[in-house]
């Protein structure tokens, strides 16, 4: 079956460490976006890929960074800049239809990062 | 930008129905949606609308938008103790430059 897979479920970092969220999607899918969950605050977005080797900033960047070297894969990198980086980090994908399309997103199960 | 606003909790008696409302700020919104969040899980799309359409109903679900008011809501019919999770309305604007989420409605479910 089709999906989007992160990994780890569970990550402990000290403060001061870098840590690299996994996400790959078996969906064919063009776009991805990391989104952050905190209690009360809806998701907010991080980064997108509209397509392979290129992403944008989304509306809470800093402290974050990511890649795209292929379609299949976009890792997120909380670096020790992320002044509150504990959180629910959510992965989603979809194929990208544009403005004709409902762009539906395909989410992934989460990542929850905690940092002693 | 984009405002997306909902009510933080409801509860109800398992087999009455739910209603989650949402309101959001950009006239220009294409695509409106209701996820679904289970604990400690991803979001799971329920349904959408088309911001042409003023009602869609999908078995148990039914969703209104009011274009003049900038109004969705969500009913949940003979709402059951397995409904009981979170739900997102989300919207997008014209070209799919952005998807606004509001901050959820943690709807609980008694018996």
């Known amino acids: 079956d089709g999906g989007i897979t992160q990994s780890p479920k569970y990550l402990f970092r000290k403060e001061g460490q870098n840590v690299t969220l996994s996400c790959e999607q078996n969906?064919?899918?063009?776009?991805m976006y990391w989104y952050r969950q905190d209690p009360g605050q809806g998701l907010r977005l991080i980064y997108y890929?509209?397509?392979?080797?290129?992403?944008q900033k989304g509306d809470i960047a800093e402290g974050y960074s990511v890649s795209r070297e292929k379609k299949e894969s976009f890792p997120l990198t909380v670096t020790s800049a992320q002044k509150n980086p504990t959180a629910f980090y959510l992965c989603?994908?979809?194929?990208?239809?544009?403005?004709?399309?409902?762009?539906?997103?395909?989410f992934g199960a989460g990542s929850r990062l905690t940092v002693l | 930008g984009e405002d997306v606003e909902q009510s933080l909790f409801l509860s109800v008696r398992e087999g009455d129905s739910s209603v989650i409302n949402c309101t959001y700020t950009?006239?220009?919104?294409?695509?409106l949606y209701w996820y679904k969040q289970e604990p400690g899980a991803g979001l799971q799309l329920l349904t959408y609308?088309?911001?042409?359409?003023d009602m869609k109903q999908d078995q148990r679900l039914t969703v209104l938008l009011n274009k003049k008011d900038k109004h969705l809501s969500l009913r949940i019919a003979d709402t059951q103790t397995g409904d009981s999770a979170i739900y997102f309305c989300?919207?997008?604007?014209?070209?799919?430059?952005?998807?606004?989420f509001g901050t959820g409605t943690r709807l609980l479910v008694s018996p």
């Open positions: 989603a994908s979809t194929p990208f239809e544009g403005s004709s399309g409902a762009n539906v997103l395909t």
């Open positions: 969906l064919n899918h063009d776009a």
């Open positions: 890929s509209q397509i392979v080797n290129d992403f």
């Open positions: 950009d006239s220009s919104s294409t695509y």
């Open positions: 609308i088309f911001s042409n359409m």
């Open positions: 989300a919207v997008v604007n014209t070209g799919f430059q952005k998807l606004v």
